[in-house]
């Protein structure tokens, strides 16, 4: 049945909870009854309770006593098992179920600050507490029935996915997607993913010999990131570009002291390692193809192309 509770005029304190058998009586012995309100859990709000005294009034003359009806003994400190007994400023407010304590404290019944005792308690505690307890204790899952019981019944038997054993024999797993053709191992990653989170990047300052303040950028990589590191897809390197226009320069110089010997051999060295890092465009760009494609066991170390 409803666990009722009432305000009885304006300002006063709500009362409960109240069976129906009690919110009839102090309905009927109310002198007014314009500014009584009620609520119970599953209310949106409080609403007047002249527009559900009739609902409550049949209630009443449907309900039938039950043996199971009877509270629950109480225990050392009074306070009967499954409730808690509510107090406010040194004013006892009421039991109250602790499955309805979050209902009450949404509805402003109950404030968070108000004191409660349950049955194995020694001191009073807030609210607060017992509805942080209530939602951290875990739902009860229910477990899937056998297949054989749930045949006897008629209900679907949950559906089983397809296992694999692997080429050692040793286990089983569940496949879902692509793995290592070696081991079977599900633990795998993209070149580029394993390159990217075993590089990183930092600015450092530090202190130049004129004492003045210089900073760097600094790289740095793990043994593991530098194995499956991508090809390089630079330019023609400074280095090498500065060897070719010398080269050029002496050979031209060589060939033609006097003139313009330097300078167009300067400019065909130049021209020569241009050509040849637009050359081998095409291979790097069917490494780096490749490289995108490959992949890593993170179990075994096993390299393969996806």
């Not at 069976?19 to 314009?34: G, I, K, L």
């Not at 066991?297 to 996806?306: A, D």
Request: aromatic share 4%; proline share 8%.
């Amino acid at each position: 049945m409803r666990q009722y509770h009432v305000i009885p005029s304006t300002g006063s304190p709500a009362k409960g909870p109240l069976s129906a058998e009690q919110v009839v009586a102090m309905y009927e012995q109310a002198q007014s009854t314009a500014q009584m309100l009620i609520w119970w859990k599953d209310q949106k709000g409080w609403d007047k309770i002249i527009d559900h005294i009739e609902e409550i009034r049949m209630e009443v003359s449907d309900a039938r006593p039950t043996a199971s009806s009877k509270p629950a003994p109480a225990a050392g400190n009074g306070v009967p098992a499954g409730q808690v007994l509510v107090t406010r400023d040194g004013v006892e407010i009421g039991a109250f179920h602790e499955s309805d304590v979050p209902a009450l404290l949404r509805a402003k019944v109950l404030q968070p600050t108000d004191l409660y005792l349950s049955a194995s308690m020694s001191k009073p505690a807030p609210l607060s507490e017992l509805l942080l307890a209530l939602l951290l204790k875990p739902a009860a899952q229910p477990a899937a029935p056998p297949a054989s019981v749930a045949a006897a019944v008629g209900a679907p038997a949950l559906p089983t996915q397809p296992h694999r054993q692997d080429s050692r024999g040793s286990e089983t797993r569940t496949p879902r997607g692509r793995c290592c053709p070696r081991c079977h191992s599900e633990d795998i990653r993209t070149f580029e993913m394993v390159y990217k989170s075993g590089s990183s990047s930092a600015n450092t300052i530090g202190i130049t010999m004129s004492g003045d303040l210089g900073q760097a950028r600094t790289r740095s990589m793990t043994d593991l990131a530098s194995e499956v590191a991508p090809p390089d897809m630079s330019g023609p390197g400074c280095f090498s570009t500065i060897m070719a226009v010398a080269l050029g320069l002496i050979i031209g110089m060589s060939v033609n002291p006097m003139g313009p010997g330097g300078l167009i051999g300067a400019i065909g060295g130049l021209v020569i390692r241009l050509g040849i890092h637009f050359a081998g465009a095409s291979d790097r760009d069917a490494l780096y193809a490749q490289w995108k494609k490959s992949w890593m066991c993170m179990k075994c170390g096993n390299k393969f192309q996806g």
